[in-house]
């Protein structure tokens, strides 16, 4: 969805560095998400923030974590990298006053070796 | 079909058939649905959704069932086309929940032979 753009698209980096994903919104809306997708598994959130001030720990928060630089910004660093965090990582967002749907970006293949 | 815990399930179908997958979900206070598709090398896009006061919505050519019953969900395709490809997610959203408590399956991958 060229309305969330997410950077990079592709990252490969090593045990132990540090990593940041980002994502940015054209639409307007004020709740932004991280998930993370994994072969076999469902979309599981790491995080949400429903405006600038307002951060949430979702379900799998641990050696994530996040800052809302801005209603159209929201970026997700991984502060020392492990393997198992090689995964789809995908930025959506959402508009209450529209439902509940989410919009989402087209995703960051990260590679931990 | 589809159901949270299991391996990802596929359905294989001739282009101009129609296509049901199947999403089973497990709380019974959810009250609303979303279907997604994900193409190959693409985010989750909407499909359809249904709250839980419905049994059926249509869309072009998507049409989604509800059966609070049995906790079953189905998302039914006419006339599929190759376009369809792709891995469907079924997503629940619980009682007095926001997006935030949005829970998704596992997916359900459709390939349609031309």
């Known amino acids: 969805d060229a309305d969330v753009t997410q950077t990079p698209r592709n990252r490969i980096t090593k045990t132990g560095k540090r990593i940041m994903l980002e994502c940015s919104q054209t639409?307007?809306?004020?709740?932004m998400y991280w998930y993370r997708q994994d072969p076999g598994l469902g979309l599981r959130l790491i995080y949400y923030?429903?405006?600038?001030?307002?951060?949430n720990k979702g379900e799998i928060s641990d050696g994530y974590s996040v800052s809302r630089q801005a209603q159209a910004k929201f970026s997700l660093s991984l502060e020392s990298a492990i393997p198992n965090q090689t995964a789809l990582y995908f930025c959506?967002?959402?508009?209450?006053?529209?439902?509940?749907?989410?919009?989402f970006g087209s995703g960051t293949q990260l590679s931990v070796l | 079909g589809e159901s949270v815990g299991l391996h990802l399930p596929t359905l294989s179908v001739q282009e101009g058939d129609n296509s049901i997958i199947n999403c089973a979900y497990s709380n019974s206070a959810s009250d609303y649905f979303i279907w997604y598709k994900q193409e190959s090398g693409k985010g989750p896009q909407f499909i359809i959704d249904i709250r839980s006061n419905m049994d059926k919505r249509q869309g072009q050519r998507v049409t989604v069932l509800l059966n609070k019953t049995v906790k079953h969900l189905s998302l039914q395709i006419a006339a599929t086309q190759p376009g369809d490809s792709a891995v469907y997610f079924c997503a629940e959203n619980r009682v007095g929940g926001s997006n935030y408590k949005l829970t998704f399956g596992k997916g359900t991958l459709l390939t349609v032979n031309p």
């Open positions: 639409k307007g809306h004020d709740r």
């Open positions: 959506a967002t959402s508009d209450p006053k529209r439902g509940e749907k989410l919009f």
């Open positions: 923030s429903f405006d600038v001030k307002d951060i």
